[in-house]
């Protein structure tokens, strides 16, 4: 199975996303782990708290097809992002 990489600026978004997931959940994610980062992909793609689906959704716009296909490949049931409610996520950068 590939490893999965990253850009920097994606490993920034889902820093984010593990905050905001422990912050509002208590539930602390392993980003040192491919099992820990597919787990959290897993619950915040899931997840129906704004906060949460905002940071997700920033992670996965910098995400190319290759990661997507790979993270699917990985049962990340990944759903498209509502790019509308991106205001509010400071830039990378």
């Known amino acids: ?10 490993i920034f978004r889902m820093q984010q996303l593990a905050s905001c ?12 782990t491919q099992e820990g980062m ?3 992909l897993k ?3 899931a ?3 704004r906060d949460i689906r905002q940071y997700y959704d920033a992670f996965v716009i ?6 997507l296909d790979m993270l ?5 049931k ?7 409610l991106m205001g509010n996520i400071r830039k990378a950068g």
């Open 1 to 10: 199975m590939d490893t999965l990489i990253f850009s920097q600026t994606a």
């Open 21 to 32: 997931v422990y912050h509002k959940t208590g539930v602390r994610h392993r980003m040192a």
């Open 38 to 40: 597919l787990s959290l």
């Open 43 to 45: 619950e915040s793609g």
């Open 47 to 49: 997840s129906s708290d």
């Open 62 to 67: 910098e995400l190319n097809k290759r990661q």
């Open 72 to 76: 699917e490949a990985r049962n990340v």
């Open 78 to 84: 990944m759903r498209q992002p509502f790019t509308s």
